[in-house]
């Protein structure tokens, strides 16, 4: 299937049915009363987030989501029957913005989470509800009202706890593949990763996290160099960055250091809050070392304190994930701080 994380759409909920005119006519009643009944509500367009859905793809082929109108009132003061709501499954982490006004409508975080984005219009009165003292055989009655009509522009955010990025070819595919069951494409050249790809880690003592792996990032992305910047999105949910760099990289390939300077900047020209998440630099392809001096260069050159792996051999991938995982906690203690009174 193909990844979709963007899409627009119109929506429109179901009209309300009309109200009825209708007099009692019954054998011995010679002047009935006006007994027509209402008519029924028209359908809610609902979006709902749901846990077997991970992509925006089946709005793709359709773009136009019409609730049911509500049926007509009856005689009898019979009242229409309300027409059943549209509910249209979404992945959990999409935005509903109103794409005329760019106003954000709801963040579907969470499976379960809804929003009506097309009310139904109400139904008509039918002529019993205007019968007075004064006015005992009313012909009025009233048409249902129209339903909301809406053009929206959906955008989903994938929800993880750890976002992989680095310069193509950094190992990020192979290191998701080695701590989880995801099965992204590993192939010796750039841009094997054309779309976000999640895996979930499990760890003993019952502990696992979910990991985002982002299509590799190249100098000028924010500019739609290469893959550009437009899947960085699926990382501004995620709780730390896991920043991996290419100990090893191939002739005429930036250095390790030139490489990690040149995807923070553009996080940085990106969004300065993406660029300030807590952040885990990660050398990898240890397994090409002939001596430590390629890591104690890139540590000196960084001034600050990495990890180092092989994706491949697997090596360090253990400690790694503790690493990964004790950041986690630390950070989910000062979101529940910041959170409580």
């Known amino acids: 299937m193909i990844f979709v994380d963007q899409a627009e759409i119109e929506v429109r909920g179901g009209r309300g049915g009309d109200g009825c005119m209708s007099f009692r006519r019954e054998m011995a009643v010679p002047k009935g009363g006006p007994d027509g009944g209402d008519g029924g509500r028209g359908g809610h367009v609902i979006l709902e987030a749901v846990e077997d859905v991970n992509t925006l793809y089946e709005f793709r082929g359709r773009t136009r989501w019409f609730a049911r109108v ?7 003061n019979c009242s229409g029957k309300s027409a059943p709501d549209l509910i ?9 913005y109103d794409a005329k006004t760019g106003a954000l409508l709801k963040d579907l975080v969470a499976a379960g989470d809804r929003v009506i984005v097309g009310r139904g219009g109400a139904g008509g009165h039918g002529n019993a509800r205007f019968a ?6 009313p012909r009025e009655y009233e048409p249902g009202e129209p339903g909301e009509e809406r053009s929206l522009r959906l955008e989903l955010k ?24 995801a099965r992204p494409k590993i192939a010796a050249y750039p841009f094997t990763t054309l779309q976000p790809q999640l895996g979930i880690a499990d760890l003993p003592g019952f502990r696992r996290f979910v990991m985002a792996d982002i299509p590799g990032l190249i100098e000028g ?26 100990l090893f990289p191939l002739e005429g390939q930036p250095t390790p250091i030139e490489a990690y300077r040149t995807v923070r900047r553009e996080l940085e020209k990106y969004s300065t809050t993406l660029a300030s998440k807590p952040e885990l630099i990660v050398a990898n392809k240890l397994d090409l070392a002939m001596s430590a001096e390629p890591l104690a260069e890139f540590r000196a050159a960084l001034g600050v304190e990495c990890e ?21 906690v630390a950070v989910r203690e000062s979101e529940a701080a910041a959170a409580s009174p």
């Open 88 to 96: 249209v499954r979404v992945a959990p982490g999409t935005l509903v």
């Open 132 to 137: 007075t003292a004064t006015h005992q055989a």
């Open 70 to 76: 509500g049926r007509p009132g009856e005689g009898a």
């Open 221 to 246: 992305a924010h500019e739609g160099h290469g893959l550009g910047d437009q899947f960085l999105r699926h990382i501004e949910r995620t709780r730390i960055i896991v920043h991996l760099v290419d």
């Open 308 to 328: 180092a792996i092989s994706g491949v051999s697997g090596q360090n991938l253990s400690e790694l994930c503790n690493t990964i995982w004790h950041m986690l």
């Open 158 to 181: 994938l929800i993880a706890d750890v976002g992989i990025i680095g310069m193509p070819n950094a190992g990020k595919s192979t290191l998701l593949s080695r701590l989880s069951r």
